[in-house]
C-alpha cells in the first residue's frame, strides 16, 4: 500500500500542471461548456445581413454584434473549412473550389488549414462541436508547449504553467484566437525551441525527426507567416548557446524535411501564389508597422478602444495594432532581465523581445523585409511578429516571478517604465480629450499600483510562506487581467447562429448551377455553406485573370487595375457580367424588374427579391463561331466591344485547328451535365465541329477528356475554359488533377518515410 500510495503521489506531482492549465482553459471557456454557446462570431451573420435580418432570433430590437472586425472567420474561414471536410465525407478530394471566383484551388489556401494535426476533430463529432474543440485545443496546446519549454529551462512548475497561460491568452493568441488558425500555428513555436533544446542536449534522432513534424505541423496548422518567426526564434537560441557546425547542419536538413512534409499542400499554394492578384497587391508600408504609440497596448490592451466596443479611436486596424501581454507580465519580466541578464535564457528571451519589437515597429529591417518582399510581406503586416514579444515576455515572467525572494530596493526601478508609460498615455489622453483612453488606464493603474505594493512589502518581509503567498496572487492577478481582456473581446454565439436555413437559401439551392450575384444581401463568401456559387468573393490569393477580369466587368475597360483580395462585383450589367453565366440577382429592391428588362422577379422572402438576368448566357454553351486573339489587352477590348454578340462567338487564345460556322443553330445541343466541384461530365450532340466553353476559371490542372480521349482545355473568354469537340454525341469530362499536388504528394511521402525509417535505425542512438 504505501508503494502504491508513493506511486500515486510520484504520478499526481507530475500530472497536476497540466490538470491546472486544463482546469483555466476550461475556465475561459465556460460560455461553451456550461452555455453551450459557440466560440465563433455567428451573431455577425443574424445580426447583420439579410435573409438572416427577416427572422426573429428571439431579440426583439434584433441581434447584438459583439465584435465586427472578427467577421473573416465566418466569411472566409470557416465556410472553406467547413466545405472541404463535407467534400472529404462525400468521397471528393478537397482540391478545388467552384464557390467562389468562378472557381480556385481549395487546400492549397492554407486558411483552409485542412491538414492541421487537430482537423481529425472533424470526424469525430458533429461540425460545430469540431470547431469549438479546435478553438479550445489552441490555447490548452500553447500552455503546454510553453510550460514544457520553462521547463527544460528549469524554472518551477507553478511559474511554468502561468507563464503558458499568459503565452496562450496574451495579445496575439487572443486576437486570432477564433481564425482557428493563428493561435495554433503560434503554440507551435516554444515546441520547436523545445525540440531544439532536447536535441542540443540528447543528440539523438528522435528529437530531429519530431522538428521535423513539428515543422510540418506548423505550416498545415493555417498561417504559415509564423515559420519565419519560429525559424528566427531558433535562430537567435543558436546565436546565443553557440551550437556548432555539425549540429546546425543536422538541424537545418530536418528543418527542410519538415517543409517537405508538407509538399502536398505547398507546392499547390505556390503554384497559386505565383499566378495570383498577391504579386501586384499590396498595403500601405506605413500601416504594415506598429505605430510607437501603441506599444503603450503592451500594458494597457484598450487605451485607443476596442472593436468590440466600437471605441477604437486610432489608425489602422485593431487587429494589427494590440501588442497586450500584461502589465504584470511585464514588470517581472524586466525583473528577469535586471536580475539575471548574465543567464543564457534570459539573454535568448530578451533577445526575441527586441527582435520581435525590431520587425513589428517601422526601422531599416522591417522596411527591409518589406522591400524584398518576405513571404508575401508586401501584402501582409509586420505586426505578426508580436507572437515573439508574447513569446519572449511569458519566459521572462516565468524567471522573474522566481526571484521574489531576492528583490532588492534597486530592482524597483523596474517599474519606471510601465508607471511612466501610464502617467504619459493619461496625459495624452487628457490632452486630447479621450475618455475612452484615460477610462481604460485605471484597471492596469490599478494592477501596476497593487504590484508596486507588493515588491515594496517583499522588501521588509522575507518570510517564504508570505513569498509563496505572494507569487499565488500573482498568479491569479495575471490570469484575471489575461482573461478579462479575453473575455471582452472574444464572441461566443448560440449554435442556431451559424448559417441558419431561410426560404430564400433553400429556394438558391434548388440548382446549385446557377451563379449568383450576391449585392447587398449575403455578404461575401457566406454563401460557401449553402454550396452557392459565385463571382466576386474575398480572399488572401486567387486567380489574377479573375482578379483583372472583375476590374474589367466593373470599369469596362480592358486597362483597369485588377482587383485586390476583395474581388467586389459592382457592375451588374455589363458584357463581361452576363459572359460569366451570371443568372441569379439578390436584391433588396422589390423594383429591379421595372427598370431593366433584362430582369424578371422569380422569388421573394420578406425584403429580399431573387431576379433572374435573362441576357445571362448559360455557364455551359457550344459554339460553332470562334475567334483566337492572343494579346490579353485586345481580347478584353474585343469583348468589350458594343457590337460583341456574346450568344454566337466565343473569343480564345490560340487556335484549335476546327473548321467553325457562323450559323449559331449547327453550334449542337447540351444533352446532360453532372457538376462536381472536381470532376464535370458533360453529353453533347454536335452537328459540326464545335468548342464547349465553361465559364470557370482556366487553371492549371484542369484536364479534359473527350470520349475518353485526352483534349487541351484553351483559355476562353479571357478568364474561362474551352474544349474543341468534333460532330457527333460525345462525352466530356473536366477533372482536376494537379501536378503540383501529384509531385507534392510524391515528396511529402518520400520524406516521410525516410524520416520514420531513420528514426527506426536509429532509435535510442545519439549523433556525433
Not at 497536476?16 to 466560440?39: D, N, S, T
Not at 539573454?347 to 513571404?375: D, H, N, Q
Not at 494579346?631 to 485547328?657: C, G, P
Request: aromatic letters at 16%; proline letters at 4%; one cysteine or more.
Amino acid at each position: 500500500m504505501k508503494i502504491s500510495k508513493r506511486k500515486l503521489k510520484i504520478f499526481f506531482n507530475r500530472i497536476w500542471p497540466y490538470i491546472l492549465i486544463f482546469f483555466l482553459v476550461i475556465i475561459f471557456f465556460w460560455k461553451y461548456i456550461f452555455q453551450g454557446l459557440i466560440p465563433i462570431p455567428a451573431d455577425f451573420i443574424v445580426g447583420t445581413y439579410y435573409p438572416w435580418l427577416s427572422y426573429d432570433w428571439g431579440i426583439p430590437a434584433g441581434v447584438p454584434v459583439k465584435n465586427p472586425v472578427t467577421s473573416d472567420v465566418v466569411s472566409v474561414i470557416y465556410p472553406l473549412r467547413i466545405y472541404a471536410i463535407e467534400l472529404i465525407k462525400n468521397g471528393i478530394k478537397p482540391l478545388w473550389n467552384p464557390l467562389m471566383f468562378a472557381g480556385y484551388p481549395l487546400s492549397a489556401n492554407f486558411q483552409v488549414a485542412l491538414y492541421s494535426p487537430t482537423i481529425f476533430l472533424y470526424f469525430l463529432i458533429n461540425k460545430i462541436d469540431a470547431w469549438s474543440v479546435q478553438v479550445i485545443l489552441q490555447p490548452l496546446l500553447s500552455s503546454v508547449f510553453m510550460y514544457s519549454l520553462l521547463r527544460d529551462f528549469r524554472v518551477k512548475k507553478f511559474n511554468a504553467v502561468v507563464a503558458g497561460i499568459i503565452y496562450a491568452f496574451s495579445g496575439f493568441s487572443m486576437i486570432w484566437l477564433e481564425w482557428n488558425a493563428h493561435s495554433l500555428t503560434a503554440a507551435c513555436i516554444p515546441l520547436l525551441i523545445l525540440l531544439l533544446r532536447r536535441y542540443q542536449r540528447n543528440k539523438r534522432m528522435r528529437e530531429l525527426v519530431c522538428l521535423s513534424l513539428s515543422t510540418s505541423f506548423l505550416i498545415f496548422s493555417g498561417y504559415p507567416q509564423l515559420i519565419v518567426y519560429a525559424a528566427l526564434a531558433g535562430l537567435v537560441y543558436i546565436m546565443i548557446y553557440k551550437l556548432n557546425f555539425m549540429n546546425l547542419l543536422f538541424l537545418g536538413i530536418f528543418f527542410a524535411f519538415g517543409i517537405s512534409l508538407t509538399s502536398f499542400q505547398t507546392l499547390p499554394a505556390m503554384e497559386l501564389l505565383r499566378i495570383s492578384q498577391r504579386s501586384s497587391e499590396g498595403i500601405d508600408p506605413n500601416l504594415s508597422y506598429l505605430p510607437y504609440k501603441h506599444l503603450v497596448n503592451m500594458f494597457a490592451p484598450d487605451y485607443f478602444g476596442n472593436q468590440a466596443t466600437g471605441n477604437f479611436w486610432s489608425d489602422g486596424n485593431y487587429t494589427n495594432t494590440a501588442a497586450y501581454t500584461g502589465i504584470i507580465t511585464f514588470v517581472f519580466a524586466s525583473i528577469a532581465v535586471i536580475k539575471r541578464i548574465n543567464r543564457k535564457k534570459v539573454k535568448y528571451f530578451t533577445a526575441v523581445f527586441f527582435l520581435g519589437l525590431i520587425l513589428t515597429l517601422k526601422s531599416p529591417i522591417s522596411e527591409f523585409t518589406y522591400m524584398i518582399k518576405l513571404i508575401g510581406s508586401e501584402a501582409a503586416s509586420t505586426t505578426r511578429s508580436l507572437v515573439l514579444v508574447n513569446f519572449a515576455l511569458a519566459g521572462l515572467f516565468g524567471i522573474g516571478i522566481e526571484t521574489l525572494e531576492k528583490i532588492k530596493r534597486k530592482d524597483l526601478f523596474v517599474l519606471i517604465i510601465p508607471w511612466t508609460v501610464l502617467i504619459g498615455a493619461l496625459l495624452y489622453s487628457l490632452f486630447n480629450e479621450k475618455p475612452v483612453g484615460y477610462r481604460n488606464l485605471i484597471f492596469p493603474g490599478i494592477l501596476l499600483g497593487f504590484v508596486t505594493s507588493l515588491l515594496v512589502s517583499l522588501l521588509k518581509i522575507k518570510n517564504n510562506k508570505y513569498i509563496k503567498l505572494s507569487g499565488v496572487i500573482v498568479a491569479i492577478l495575471v490570469v484575471i487581467e489575461l482573461f478579462r481582456f479575453g473575455w471582452k473581446y472574444t464572441p461566443f454565439s448560440p449554435k442556431e447562429y451559424i448559417f441558419p436555413e431561410t426560404d430564400l437559401t433553400t429556394y438558391l439551392q434548388k440548382d446549385k448551377l446557377n451563379r449568383i450575384h450576391f449585392g447587398e444581401v449575403i455578404p461575401m463568401n457566406m454563401w460557401v455553406s449553402y454550396g452557392l456559387p459565385s463571382l466576386g468573393s474575398y480572399d488572401a490569393v486567387y486567380p489574377s485573370i479573375i482578379a483583372e477580369y472583375i476590374a474589367a466587368n466593373n470599369s469596362s475597360t480592358a486597362e483597369a487595375t485588377m482587383m485586390g483580395r476583395i474581388a467586389t462585383v459592382d457592375n451588374s450589367s455589363g458584357v463581361l457580367f452576363d459572359m460569366a453565366g451570371i443568372n441569379r440577382l439578390l436584391s433588396l429592391s422589390s423594383e429591379y424588374d421595372i427598370y431593366d428588362s433584362d430582369y424578371s422577379k422569380l422569388f421573394n422572402d420578406d425584403k429580399v427579391y431573387v431576379y433572374k438576368n435573362n441576357s445571362a448566357i448559360d455557364r455551359i454553351k457550344l459554339y460553332s463561331n470562334w475567334k483566337v486573339i492572343d494579346d490579353e489587352n485586345k481580347h478584353l477590348a474585343y469583348i468589350l466591344d458594343n457590337n460583341f454578340d456574346l450568344e454566337e462567338e466565343v473569343i480564345i487564345f490560340e487556335d484549335v485547328n476546327l473548321s467553325q460556322s457562323e450559323d449559331v443553330s449547327l453550334a449542337g445541343d447540351i444533352l446532360a451535365k453532372e457538376y462536381e466541384s472536381q470532376e464535370i461530365t458533360i453529353k453533347v450532340n454536335t452537328k459540326r465541329d464545335a468548342l464547349l466553353f465553361l465559364s470557370d476559371t482556366f487553371y492549371p490542372g484542369w484536364e479534359a477528356y473527350v470520349d475518353g480521349e485526352k483534349e487541351k482545355i484553351v483559355r476562353a473568354n479571357y478568364a474561362f475554359r474551352a474544349v474543341p469537340v468534333r460532330s457527333g454525341s460525345k462525352t466530356v469530362k473536366f477533372v482536376y488533377n494537379p501536378k503540383s499536388f501529384k509531385i507534392g504528394l510524391w515528396i511529402s511521402g518520400v520524406t516521410f518515410i525516410f524520416l520514420i525509417a531513420i528514426n527506426v535505425y536509429s532509435y535510442k542512438k545519439t549523433l556525433i
